[in-house]
T-cell receptor, first 115, second 117 residues
Framework: DAGVIQSPRHEVTEMGQEVTLRCKPI?????LFWYRQTMMRGLELLIY????????DSGMPEDRFSAKMPNASFSTLKIQPSEPRDSAVYFC?????????????FGEGSRLTVL | AQKITQTQPGMFVQEKEAVTLDCTYD???????LFWYKQPSSGEMIFLIY??????QNATEGRYSLNFQKARKSANLVISASQLGDSAMYFC??????????????FGKGTLLTVNP
């Protein structure tokens, strides 16, 4: 079975440009998470969805960040306009939910560099 | 206050020896879960082991075991018979139920383990 799929794996862009990161969760998983990893702040939860509905977006840094989940098999994280401090690895993860222990299944990450 | 504290930024161990990676947590929930993940230099996050707060026995998965001391709020990872491939960053994480269905994990800062030949 395919794991969580993220694209692009690497993105280099210039300050001010729009960045869109994409994620396909594991089929049948009800929960989808976006995390950001930096050396300074570690792994931070940005937002998570349950059945395509955003449940907690308290980790989204500011209005430049937005996330959507139009259907059960696709989510996007958009940064507009991007800034150098947004440079990080962005992970998408999913989990089945319900009675499950809650292990998160992570994608390979999208490494973003904003120049 | 930090929810998950990993006090060892880096650890070294000789191949074939055992090593303990420390993790303490802070929660007022009675029902919670504790996780360990491994992140090799290639960057992916690999789930290693899970311990539920109501589990009476320490979790084990192959060479990994979790030393769960509930009263001390610690969940240390023990890796037995270290291998060179165990060199990686290790993250402790917690899931708090919060009275409902909450599946988000809070991660510690990680410990970088280096296994020496």
């Amino acid at each position: 079975d395919a794991g969580v799929i993220q694209s692009p794996r690497h993105e280099v862009t210039e300050m001010g440009q729009e960045v869109t990161l994409r994620c396909k969760p594991i089929s049948g998983h009800d929960y989808l998470f976006w995390y950001r990893q930096t050396m300074m702040r570690g792994l931070e939860l940005l937002i998570y969805f349950n059945n395509n509905v955003p449940i907690d977006d308290s980790g989204m840094p500011e209005d430049r960040f937005s996330a959507k989940m139009p259907n059960a098999s696709f989510s996007t994280l958009k940064i507009q306009p991007s800034e150098p401090r947004d440079s990080a690895v962005y992970f998408c993860a999913s989990t089945p939910g319900q009675a499950y222990t809650g292990e998160l299944f992570f994608g390979e990450g999208s490494r973003l560099t904003v120049l | 206050a930090q929810k998950i504290t990993q006090t060892q930024p880096g650890m070294f161990v000789q191949e074939k020896e055992a090593v303990t990676l420390d993790c303490t947590y802070d929660t007022s929930d009675q029902s919670y879960g504790l996780f360990w993940y491994k992140q090799p230099s290639s960057g992916e996050m690999i789930f290693l082991i899970y311990q539920g707060s109501y589990d009476e026995q320490n979790a084990t998965e192959g060479r990994y075991s979790l030393n769960f001391q509930k009263a001390r709020k610690s969940a240390n990872l023990v890796i037995s018979a270290s291998q060179l491939g165990d060199s990686a960053m290790y993250f402790c994480a917690m899931r708090e139920r919060g009275g409902g269905s909450n599946y988000k994990l809070t991660f510690g800062k990680g410990t970088l383990l280096t296994v020496n030949p």
